[in-house]
């Protein structure tokens, strides 16, 4: 019984919404831009996730939906989203399936001619059916630049370029690579395969007009 409907839920995020080199924090952000950073951070990984999702046999719920449903209701944080029942979700939301997801942790990593981030996540999608969990991983992502080198020169050159790795952009980047390996990892859905495909055979089945009518 798998997934066909999956709405991803807000993300939470467990960092420390500072910038962590080497784990050392070299960013002392107040409250208010902390929690600015935590939920450009867990949002970036909730986007990417679901786009996967999207690319797969899925159907995905629009994010912009999930968020006016939820606020509706009044659910604004992940608290309050972990006391309502997945039951209850799925009616709000019209979805069989929802996806919970928590950022773990975003460092950088830096010796001379190596530089890395690392992001960490942990993500649980579970039935709205009966409340249980279809599939939970938690995954981490090295995204490292190192560039050898041989003399002074080339050491002084590479170890500029390598520092400039450590730059948003790429933490972006690696967020987009979790959530796509994580997305990889659900197992195929032979049941909505089948059922696109007969959905692919009455569309292609349709005279010209109908079918741009029906697009």
């Not at 001619?113 to 059916?129: C, E």
Request: include cysteine; glycine fraction near 6%; charged fraction near 25%.
């Amino acid at each position: 019984d798998p997934p066909q409907r999956i709405a991803v839920l807000p993300f939470t995020d467990r960092g420390t919404a500072n910038y962590v080199v080497d784990e050392i924090p070299l960013s002392f952000r107040g409250e208010e831009e902390r929690d600015q950073w935590a939920w450009t951070y867990a949002n970036r990984l909730r986007r990417s996730i679901d786009g996967a999702l999207a690319e797969r046999e899925f159907t995905v719920i629009n994010l912009i939906t999930i968020d006016t449903v939820l606020k509706d209701h009044g659910i604004d944080d992940w608290q309050q989203l972990q006391t309502v029942p997945p039951e209850q979700l799925g009616q709000w939301l019209g979805c069989d399936t929802i996806v919970y997801g928590e950022v773990l942790n975003y460092e950088a990593y830096y010796v001379f001619l190596v530089a890395a981030w690392r992001v960490g996540a942990n993500i649980s999608m579970v039935s709205t059916r009966d409340g249980h969990t279809i599939f939970s991983v938690s995954d981490t992502r090295y995204s490292v630049d190192l560039r050898p080198s041989f003399d002074m020169i080339d050491i002084a050159v590479n170890s500029g370029l390598a520092l400039l790795e450590l730059r948003d952009i790429t933490l972006a980047r690696a967020e987009d690579e979790v959530g796509r390996e994580i997305a990889l990892r659900v197992p195929r859905s032979e049941k909505n395969i089948i059922q696109l495909k007969n959905e692919g055979h009455k569309l292609a089945a349709l005279p010209y007009k109908s079918r741009s009518n029906f697009i």
